[in-house]
């Protein structure tokens, strides 16, 4: 799961920096915040996640890290879908935003259970090369 988690993050950065790029030459930085979270929530968190799986990979192979991925990766449009529309001033999707920030935050949850289950000292060590 790891190497699919960073191919989908790399996406999300070419879409934030795409959006930045964007902002500036229109002038108009009401996006700023959907920009923020695409680069932060998709760019910078889904790598981190994608680089603990590569390099836990018990963890990575597990139904928690799979529900992980597609709870994350269906949420995370969803609620920057909702929050441009906000942005520009139209609160026609606003269910987006009372729904699927939600379930973002509960593919987090699975994320760190994930975590305390799966990944144990001594695979730390094997990975520094002191076990």
């Given amino acids: 799961m790891g190497t699919l988690f960073l191919k ?8 934030g920096v795409g959006m930045g790029v964007g902002m500036e030459i229109a002038g108009d930085h009401r996006l700023m915040g959907a920009h923020a979270h695409i680069n932060l929530v998709g760019w910078v968190s889904l790598a981190l996640s994608g680089l603990v799986y590569v390099l836990f990979p018990k963890a990575g192979e597990t139904l928690l890290a799979k529900l992980h991925f597609w709870l994350y990766n269906i949420s995370l449009p969803l609620f920057m879908l909702g929050l441009v529309y906000l942005l520009l001033g139209n609160d026609s999707l606003m269910i987006l935003l009372q729904i699927f920030p939600n379930i973002l935050v509960l593919s987090v949850l699975l994320f760190v259970i994930n975590i305390f289950k ?3 000292a001594e695979d730390i060590n094997k990975y520094l090369g002191r076990g």
Avoid at 8 to 15: D, G, K, Q, R, T
């Fill in 8 to 15: 989908i993050a790399s996406l999300y950065f070419l879409l």
């Fill in 118 to 120: 799966n990944v144990k």
